[in-house]
């Protein structure tokens, strides 16, 4: 699904990272120009020392391949966000020690995750701080009720958002929020809640029926709002 990361990528340009870089097996003739794709075999890639966050999981797929990327790619990057299909294939031994990794899961995602960790609980808010202490990642729980917990205890609660969020995609849009505010030089929990405002801000902005796309066009909206 290279759509899911060319709308991460789309966002991520929007949302303050100075640089965006795409990696994949082979270069899409629908990459808008402005994005740089890297077609280099993936160690090779990885080595690019510009690299302040990564985001992994959108179109990665969920075979054995994805799950061998996954595991190289969170071993080498600086700092890391975790979406959409990497969620799905993540284990407690591809978890490096000491790096800020922020987890972003919706409940059927959240739930394979208290699976893989030997988390059993119940309800969003326990499940994310649950995960949180026994992974070490932030966790960025996302539903009707958003909410953001980090190791420590801290749970930041989301306010009200447009219903339209629940939309297929917009969610590969704040997880290229949220690595471009990692890539700033944000802490994981504070680029989570950065990204969760400046989502509903954009959907707001955005008003009723939006695509994906259209949401993404309007976060650097969201975010001028901040300025």
């Known amino acids: 699904m290279p759509g899911a990361s060319l709308l991460s990528a789309h966002a991520a340009q929007r949302a303050g990272a100075g640089y965006v870089k795409l ?26 020392p510009r690299m302040a966050a990564m985001l992994v999981g959108p179109g990665l797929g969920r075979g054995d391949a994805a799950s061998a990327a996954l595991a190289e790619a969170l071993s080498k990057a600086r700092a890391a966000v975790v979406d959409a299909d990497a969620l799905m294939l993540l284990t407690p031994a591809m978890l490096p020690e000491g790096k800020p990794i922020l987890a972003t899961p919706h409940d059927g995602e959240l739930e394979n995750l208290c699976r893989a960790f030997g988390i059993i609980v119940e309800g969003r808010r326990d499940r994310a701080l649950a995960l949180a202490k026994v992974s070490g990642m932030v966790v960025l729980a996302k539903g009707p009720d958003s909410c953001v917990a980090a190791p420590d205890g ?12 629940s939309v297929a995609g917009t969610g590969d849009v704040l ?13 994981p929990f504070t680029a989570a809640c950065e990204a969760v405002w400046l989502h509903g801000e954009a959907a707001r ?15 650097a909206d969201a975010l001028a709002a901040c300025l």
């Open 23 to 48: 990696l994949a097996p082979a270069a899409d003739p629908r990459t808008p120009p402005d994005v740089v794709t890297d077609t280099a075999p993936l160690a090779e890639a990885l080595a690019d």
């Open 154 to 165: 801290r749970l930041a609660l989301a306010p009200p958002a447009s219903s339209w969020l």
């Open 175 to 187: 997880a290229g929020i949220a690595a471009s505010r990692m890539a700033t030089g944000r802490d």
């Open 205 to 219: 902005r955005a008003g009723a029926a939006f695509t994906p796309s259209q949401l993404a066009e309007r976060v």
